[in-house]
Each structure stands twice: as C-alpha cells, then as structure tokens.
C-alpha cells in the first residue's frame, strides 16, 4: 500500500474512533424549525404494531411533539446507542441488550462499561407475541430514556402516557398488554 493510502486510512480511522469516543453523548436540545419538540425513538422491529399505535396516539394528545422511530433488531439498536446516535427512548423486548446499555449493570453484563440508559426510567411496559412468531413464551418489551436524551420533561410524559390506561387499546389493537406496575 502506498504511503499516501497509509495516511488516508490512518486518518480515517482516527476520525472513527474520535466518533466513538463520544458515545452516549451529553444531553443537547432537538427542536425541529416548527416549535414541536423532537424525540428519537429506537424500537424492536418485533414492537413495530405496538409503538406505531402508541407514537400516533401520543402525537394526538400532544401535538407539540414529534416523534421520529427508527426500527431495527435489539442488538443493532444497542449499538448504535453505544456509539452515540441520536436517541432519547429505546424500546426493546431483549433484556440483554438493555443491560449492555446499562450502567448499573457489570461483568459480562455490560462487559464495555456503558452507562447509555438512564437506569431508573427502565421498566417493563408491555408484554405478548407479535404477529408471526414463532416461540411459544411472550416478549416482555422495556422501556427507558438514554443518558443523551433532548428532553426529559417530554420523555417522561411520554413513558407515563405508555405505561397508562389510556394507552390499552393500543396494545390490544396490535396483540400485546401493558404491564401493570
């Protein structure tokens, strides 16, 4: 390989690990440019009926607030909140992938000290089978805020409205139930 690719690839590398090093960024203030508050939602892809039905909800009896959901597999979601991306709640039925975010977790745990979650906003909020699966025990999805999260007032309003009554229907509509505290 050429010095120069040396270089390239040299520098590349360090601006990689330079955007690692800020994972679970600090706190910072998303407003999009027409006032409404933006949160970042990460979810299951197996919660997919679920958190559309709550986000649609929500978005109704709060319209100053926007919510963007990014799907995906638990462990790719994990990730990604290791690695910092924008993310305020993250919504998942593996408990695992929870505890490699949670810094109150240890040992094999959380084998890279990550402290992404801010552990007293995690909690079982809705249980079931999505649609299709195959496995015969149901998916207990948890909830929790990120240490990087916008807005935390409008995160826990969010997080109460999820685990309320008034939320029911939503799960029932999509074959889950919420948990009772």
């Known amino acids: 390989m050429p010095s120069n690719m040396k270089r390239i690839a040299a520098l590349l590398l360090t601006v990689v690990m330079l955007f690692s090093l800020a994972s679970c960024g600090g ?8 006032g409404k508050v933006v949160l970042d939602l990460f979810a299951s892809t197996n919660s997919v009926l679920a958190v559309a039905n709550l986000v649609d909800r929500y978005q109704r009896v709060s319209p100053n607030t926007s919510i963007r959901v990014t ?26 992938c929870m505890d490699w975010l949670d810094g109150t977790k240890s040992g094999e745990a959380n084998p890279n000290k990550n402290n992404c979650l801010e552990s007293d906003t995690r909690k079982v909020i809705f249980k079931g089978l999505p649609e299709g699966a195959v496995e015969f025990d ?29 939320s029911d229907s939503c799960y029932e509509g999509s074959g889950f139930s919420r948990v009772e505290e």
Do not use: H, R, W
């Open 27 to 34: 706190k910072k203030e998303k407003e999009s440019t027409s």
């Open 71 to 96: 799907y995906d597999e638990p462990s790719m979601l994990a990730a990604k909140i290791e690695a910092g991306y924008d993310c305020d709640i993250f919504i998942c039925e593996d408990s695992t």
């Open 138 to 166: 149901e998916y207990q999805f948890e909830v929790a805020m990120t240490k990087n999260a916008a807005s935390s007032d409008e995160i826990s309003k969010f997080i109460d409205f999820i685990s309320s009554k008034s």
